[in-house]
């Protein structure tokens, strides 16, 4: 069967045509304003799911900074607590040291040493009750708000600890423990320097204190060591997570980005089509008279 093909079919496939070739060159329009190399997922569906895995990494990826952020805060004021902590201990241990004296001081004296020491309780009281954003950073988990109490009662649940994740398989604690630290009950900061206190207002030698001193800021420096690899552990992590991010944006554009001159070209290139096939098509489907007869 032979189809003959009249001038209105030529019309009509010509018309068609040239509606596809605008399409086209809408489609390069776009791209070239926006610079996405996909509008919607049927542009490229293999490549749509591989940005979505790509973005969701991206989003991994912010949370963990927001976390090593976090935990550095956490480790970065416990340090400095400590370091505080060690200040007022090494005050103490002079004190004491100058307490037991007794042959050259007077109980006035001693008295004002114990009165010294007093203040330098509350001191360490306040500096053991750190938080960072309403916290406590020697209280574990504790939700009491403070790790020690007025009485000096610790707060703290023992093995509790705040941890943050840092990495897809990386989980760090970020808080102190403030019962190694400052200790508890009668083995505390606190009941020591009371004893220190009670002895010196008592005329009793103070000199036999120096080894409770000594054991306690062995156990606030421990505490500060272990803090100090958990804070390397966090700047290392942030370091890497930093290269992450601009591997994976590289990713994300490579997959969804669309060069510049790309872009211009290809709009070029399908503009000039466009100009062509109207031109071919003007000169090709060109009026008869019997057009003006229909």
Known sequence: MITRTTNQMAMLTAQRNLQTSSYRVDQAQQRASTLDRIAKPSDDPAGTADALRVKAEQAANVQFSRNVGDGDGWLSLADSALSSTDDVLKKVRDLTVQG?????????????????????????????????????????????GVAFRPDFSYTGTPGSSVTRQIGVETTVR?????????????????????????DLRAGV?????????????????????????????IQRAEDTLL??????????????DLDLGQAVLDLQMQNTSYQAALAVTAKVLQPTLMDFLR
């Open 100 to 144: 037991a004296n007794t042959g050259a001081l007077s109980q006035p004296a001693l008295d004002a040493i114990a009165t010294e020491i007093d203040g330098l309780k509350a001191d360490l009281l306040a500096v053991a009750n750190t938080s960072y954003n309403g916290r406590s950073v020697f209280a574990g988990t504790s939700d009491a």
């Open 243 to 256: 290269d992450t991010k601009t591997t994976l944006e590289a990713q994300r554009a490579g997959i969804m």
């Open 174 to 198: 970020v808080d102190a423990d403030g019962a190694t630290a400052f200790g508890t009950g009668a083995d505390s900061v606190f009941s020591m320097l009371d004893r220190i206190s009670s």
């Open 205 to 233: 030698n103070v000199g036999t204190r120096l080894t409770e001193v000594d054991a306690r800021l062995t156990a606030v420096r421990g505490v500060q060591s272990d803090i100090g690899a958990r804070q390397s552990q």
